[in-house]
């Protein structure tokens, strides 16, 4: 009965909410707490951006049924996006944009090839969790998308962010 053998389980990625030690001492000890980071997707050619809960474990709808590489020729004639890791904190008069890092990413989903250097997009996330600024390098159309997307989510939290932010989204007109 070979054929009925269950596969092996795989150890997946764990969410855990709040404190990871509280209470108990078992499995997940010393685990991240991710509850307070979202992927944000810019989509670079229609100049909007959106969040896709599905990045935290790279299935989001943009990477669904692509094969990434490292090798940008794969992708060619593909979609350009920004995945944009943003952590929430709280200071004393509430919460704020604490970490906002960015990766680079292009999909070309005709030919389901993409192009993205995972190890960038997971250190860029760790950045993010560490309330890191990581967003200079953008283009300037994409600054402008992320800084509306950002402000209409909640402006009290924007103004609230450090000035770093600010000035690292800050276009030169």
């Known amino acids: 009965m070979a054929n009925e053998e269950k596969p092996k389980q795989k150890m997946g990625f764990t969410i855990i909410k709040n404190d990871p030690t509280d209470g108990h001492k078992g ?4 685990s991240l707490s991710l509850e307070n980071v979202s992927p944000v997707f810019i989509d670079i050619q229609e100049k909007n951006a959106f ?10 709808e943009v990477e669904r049924r692509v094969k990434f590489t490292t090798n940008r020729e794969d992708s060619e ?9 943003v952590t929430i904190d709280f200071k004393e008069d509430g919460p704020y944009f604490a970490g906002v890092t960015a990766c680079e990413m292009v999909v070309n989903k005709e030919k389901r090839r993409g192009y993205k250097i995972l190890a960038d997009h997971v250190n ?4 993010s969790m560490k309330r890191k600024i990581m967003v200079d390098y953008m283009d300037d159309v994409s600054k402008e998308v992320l800084t509306d997307f950002l402000k209409s989510h909640n402006l009290e939290m924007w103004e609230r962010s ?3 932010l600010h000035k690292d989204l800050e276009v030169q007109k």
């Open 27 to 30: 499995f997940g000890i010393g």
């Open 162 to 164: 450090d000035e770093q």
């Open 124 to 127: 860029r996330m760790d950045k």
């Open 51 to 60: 969040i896709d809960i599905g990045a935290m474990h790279a299935k989001s």
């Open 77 to 85: 004639g593909g979609k350009p996006y920004w995945l944009v890791w």
